[in-house]
């Protein structure tokens, strides 16, 4: 009797083998579940931003018409941009047709007729170029196309220009040209006019 059984479990087993090796099953092949892309693109209408800094202070606030967000390159980008860098700082505001927000980079990327504006003493520092670079991080704007700089009847021409915010320094560099008239203070303006 024993005999049998044993017969008949290894006929058994012998037909098993068969049989898995006739229908093959695909719990070899597993199949991962997958998880929904989160990337997505998306556009806002009335778009208006402040950016902080690790301590808190705004570093940027930007604002326009409408921002489109592209997922596969991560850039936001934004029409007819007004922006104003460091409001409580260095106060550099302005507009442009464009700006592009590189999240990856912590940089924003200004194109077309933009423009650039400072209030100081002597009076409104007014810039214009068609493309602008504001690092964050490297705390500059930058301009490597040519550049135009007018302020109170002076005006400065260059190839490229850049700004460090921490130091309120306009560097101009290639081709520099431009005309300059100082401001003349109340005793100055008096001796030019024949009072002596």
């Known amino acids: 009797m024993t005999r049998r059984i044993v017969l008949a479990a290894c006929l058994a087993l012998v037909l098993v083998f068969v049989v898995r090796w006739q229908f093959p099953d695909d719990r070899s092949v597993r199949v991962a579940p997958t998880l929904p892309d989160t990337r997505f693109d998306y556009s806002l209408i009335d778009f208006q931003a402040r950016f902080r800094a690790a301590d808190g202070r705004v570093e940027l606030l930007v604002s326009g ?5 592209d997922s596969a ?3 936001a980008t934004l029409f007819e941009p007004d922006f104003h860098i460091e409001p409580d700082g260095v106060n550099w505001s302005g507009r442009a047709d464009r700006a592009e927000l590189l999240r990856d980079a912590d940089e924003m990327v200004l194109a077309g007729n933009v423009v650039l504006e400072h209030p100081a003493p002597a009076g409104m520092v007014r810039i214009t170029t068609d493309r602008l670079h ?3 991080g490297a705390r500059t704007i930058q301009s ?3 550049v135009e700089m007018h302020q109170a009847g002076s005006f400065v021409q260059a190839g490229s220009m850049l ?4 130091d309120d320094i306009v560097e101009f560099s290639d081709h520099v040209q431009g005309e300059l008239h100082p401001d003349r203070s109340g005793a100055d303006a008096g001796r030019d006019h024949g009072q002596r």
């Open 163 to 166: 700004i460090r915010l921490d």
């Open 65 to 69: 018409p409408r921002l489109e967000h």
């Open 144 to 146: 490597l196309s040519p």
């Open 73 to 75: 390159t991560r850039v």
């Open 134 to 136: 504001h690092h964050a």
